[in-house]
Antibody, heavy 122, light 105 residues
Framework: QLQLQESGPGLVKPSETLSLTCTVS??????????WGWIRQPPGKGLEWIES???????YYNPSLKSRVTISVDTSKSQFSLRLSSVTAADTAVYFC??????????????WGQGALVTVSS | SYELTQPPSVSVSPGQTARITCSGD??????AYWYQQKPGQAPVVVMY???ERPSGIPERFSGSSSGTTVTLTISGAQAEDEADYYC????????FGGGTKLTVL
């Protein structure tokens, strides 16, 4: 059974960079069928997709966040990572990592991590 | 990018049929997907490609599509179905609807 687990600091200061890593187990991160994505959810609010990456480093991104987002993949560790720069209180959210099934006709998230709360505060 | 619009809330009594709609201009051209999210948990996909139900999802969940609106139907809603439901679609970018809180009481 595929499992994803987010890890990283739960508290980040304003203007600094948020960094999270997702570790994939129970399946291969190098499958050409899948991308690996980040989605966030501010407290009490809805879901917002951030960006997705595949094993070779190709990305599929949200234009509204792209200028602050860096996403990377390390296939040797079965991990992919998110960096979000210049954070403000508006970036406080639960950050989920997920497997992103992308084909010519299908684009959705079929496995999710449990989520990690990141609070931006001084 | 475009938007997906959902009603903020839907309420039904146990055993009744719940219908949650999602509207968006791109839906005639792109598939919709539905996620169920219970408090403190990650979303779970309950419908994909408008009408396909993943294995393990109860048969009372069904999906339909008509023009710019897709609908998630829960026939005979149960207390355990009480959750937030999100629709999602994608063209050049992934978009989520704002979510619908389903209350079963």
């Amino acid at each position: 059974q595929l499992q994803l687990q987010e890890s990283g600091p739960g508290l980040v200061k304003p203007s600094e960079t948020l960094s999270l890593t997702c570790t994939v187990s129970g399946g291969s991160i190098s499958s050409s069928t899948y991308y690996w994505g980040w989605i966030r959810q501010p407290p009490g609010k809805g879901l917002e997709w951030i960006e997705s990456i595949n094993y070779s480093g190709s990305t599929y991104y949200n234009p509204s966040l792209k200028s602050r987002v860096t996403i990377s993949v390390d296939t040797s560790k079965s991990q992919f990572s998110l960096r979000l720069s210049s954070v403000t209180a508006a970036d406080t959210a639960v950050y989920f990592c997920a497997r992103h099934l992308i084909s010519a006709t299908v684009k959705y998230f079929d496995y999710w991590g449990q989520g990690a709360l990141v609070t931006v505060s001084s | 990018s475009y938007e997906l619009t959902q009603p903020p809330s839907v309420s039904v009594s146990p055993g009744q049929t719940a219908r949650i709609t999602c509207s968006g201009d791109a839906l005639p051209k792109q598939y919709a997907y539905w996620y169920q999210q219970k408090p403190g948990q990650a979303p779970v996909v309950v419908m994909y490609k408008d009408t396909e139900r993943p294995s393990g999802i109860p048969e009372r969940f069904s999906g339909s599509s008509s023009g710019t609106t897709v609908t998630l139907t829960i026939s005979g809603a149960q207390a355990e179905d009480e959750a937030d439901y999100y629709c999602q679609s994608a063209d050049s970018s992934v978009v989520f609807g704002g979510g619908t809180k389903l209350t079963v009481l």
